[in-house]
């Protein structure tokens, strides 16, 4: 199975700042057919389902807000929030989506400082 | 707009079938460039990919090999939905369960959730 290993497990951030999640697999996730990084990143508030902001590591969903950027490839991926806003408050959680079995990073909790 | 409604009990005893439906709006699950999964969350487990159903000119199903002998993913074509049987269940199973589609994007559409307790 592919591991996904997020760090940190928690950051706290000051309103306006920038926030960085890394996400390291063990074993590459760029799919050499299509040079695309099989990678989702997303966010989870309490008591909703997880909600989809990039996918192929770069890709920011339709209507996610341009402060939330992913970058990477091959093994090692990054999710930036540019300047914090109350509202991203949450957990993210990065996802390979390579091959099955699917497999989650263990979480970032953001917090405000 | 596309919609995941889930549906079924959420307290069971141990030895159980938990059963539960996703029902699709605005898709359908024979679509065959989507696939119809299932995850849990857990604070013991986080989120855990159980398995899914997919449609490729016949029906597909593949599964995580830690629930692979007690899991059975399944579409229903007439009502456009799938569900998820998982029995001999233990307290191990307690955690929120989500239906999900999976596009070119991946998980892009997820159901409500379903808080599951076995005790």
């Known amino acids: 199975d592919i591991v996904m290993t997020q760090s940190p497990d928690a950051l706290a951030v000051s309103l306006g700042e920038r926030a960085t999640i890394n996400c390291k697999s063990s074993q590459s996730l760029l799919y050499s057919s299509n040079n695309k990084n099989y990678v989702v990143w997303y966010q989870q508030k309490p008591g909703q389902p997880p909600k989809q902001l990039i996918y192929?590591?770069?890709t920011r969903e339709s209507g996610v807000p341009d402060r939330f950027s992913g970058s990477g490839s091959g093994t090692d991926f990054t999710l930036t929030i540019s300047s914090l806003q109350a509202e991203d408050v949450a957990v993210y959680y990065c996802h390979q989506y390579y091959n099955t079995p699917y497999t989650f990073g263990q979480g970032t909790k953001v917090e405000i400082k | 707009q596309e919609l995941l409604q889930q549906s079924g009990p959420g307290l069971l005893k141990p030895s159980q079938t938990l059963s539960l439906t996703c029902g699709i709006s605005g898709d359908s699950v024979s679509r065959n460039s989507a696939a119809w999964n299932w995850i849990r969350q857990s604070p013991s487990r986080g989120l855990e990919w159980l398995g899914r159903t997919y449609y490729r000119s016949r029906w597909y199903d593949d599964y995580a090999e830690s629930v692979k002998s007690r899991i059975t993913i399944s579409p229903d074509t007439s009502n456009n939905q799938f569900s998820l049987h998982l029995n001999s269940v233990t307290p191990e199973d307690t955690a929120v369960y989500y239906c999900a589609r999976e596009d070119y994007d991946g998980f892009d559409i997820w159901g409500q959730g379903t808080m599951v307790t076995v005790s």
């Open positions: 192929w590591a770069s």
